[in-house]
């Protein structure tokens, strides 16, 4: 093969490479444009997570009727309305009608609210204070709380010193006082009896005096300390008897 034709085979070999980089860079250049989202590594970043707000309450298909409201709207109106019955018992109205109006926003137009709403407005007046407490005075008599229910009825005669139910339930604060002096004096009557017994080492009487004392008052701490002193009787008993 002479030079000329060497030169030629040459010029053709780079004539066909030239051909194949121009058609490359014709289809790089007609490919797609990559997103400007898109990062370094070619892949699409995450897409951002929504916030999470409030659970709204849930429109009705009548449209002239409140949205019902969400579980957390329903428990914390059930908190408010709580601490707003309660307020008013204490004789805190400002404050109650402030966890009212609480209420209120949570959920507007709310029946439950309406109607805490006037119970306290009844609570708030006079009569409504009187009504409370007499119920407080009944209540302490029911639980041997006279100090409590000296107070209720103290308070209720500054609001009606003439009202009849004031001078019913300071007899009954005076009956519940004897009936209790007298199970006192009871429950430390058959205390004696316990201990004497114990003395004379008859434990089935100890324990029988003991037993009937319970019955009358089993929250009366005496009555814990005399079985405290029983059982160290009854223990004291058996090891001498183990001894002989």
Not at 43 to 59: D, I, R
Request: glycine content about 4%; cysteine-free; charged content about 25%.
């Amino acid at each position: 093969m002479n030079l000329s034709t060497k030169q030629l085979m040459r010029y053709g070999a780079l004539g066909v490479l030239a051909v194949v980089v121009a058609g490359t860079a014709y289809v790089f250049d007609r490919s797609p444009t990559a997103s400007p989202a898109t990062n370094a590594h070619g892949a699409n970043p995450p897409a951002a997570e929504p916030s999470v707000a409030a659970t709204p309450a849930t429109p009705t298909a009548n449209p002239d009727e409140p949205a019902v409201p969400s579980t957390a709207q329903t428990e914390q109106v059930v908190r408010l309305l709580g601490d707003a019955r309660r307020l008013a018992a204490d004789g805190k109205f400002a404050e109650a009608n402030a966890a009212l109006d609480k209420a209120d926003a949570v959920t507007p137009g709310s029946d439950d609210t309406a109607a805490a709403r006037r119970e306290i407005a009844a609570m708030s007046t006079p009569q409504g204070q009187l009504t409370m407490q007499l119920d407080r005075a009944r209540g302490a008599i029911a639980q041997d709380d006279a100090a409590a229910a000296n107070k209720a009825l103290a308070e209720a005669e500054k609001l009606s010193p003439e009202a009849p139910e004031i001078v019913q339930l300071r007899q009954a604060l005076q009956a519940a006082q004897q009936k209790e002096t007298h199970r006192n004096s009871r429950i430390v009557e058959l205390l004696t009896t316990m201990r004497e017994a114990i003395a004379r080492h008859d434990f089935a009487a100890a324990d029988s005096a003991l037993n009937e004392a319970a019955r009358i008052d089993v929250r009366d701490p005496a009555i814990d300390q005399a079985r405290t002193e029983l059982a160290r009787a009854h223990d004291a008993d058996r090891k001498n008897k183990a001894e002989r």
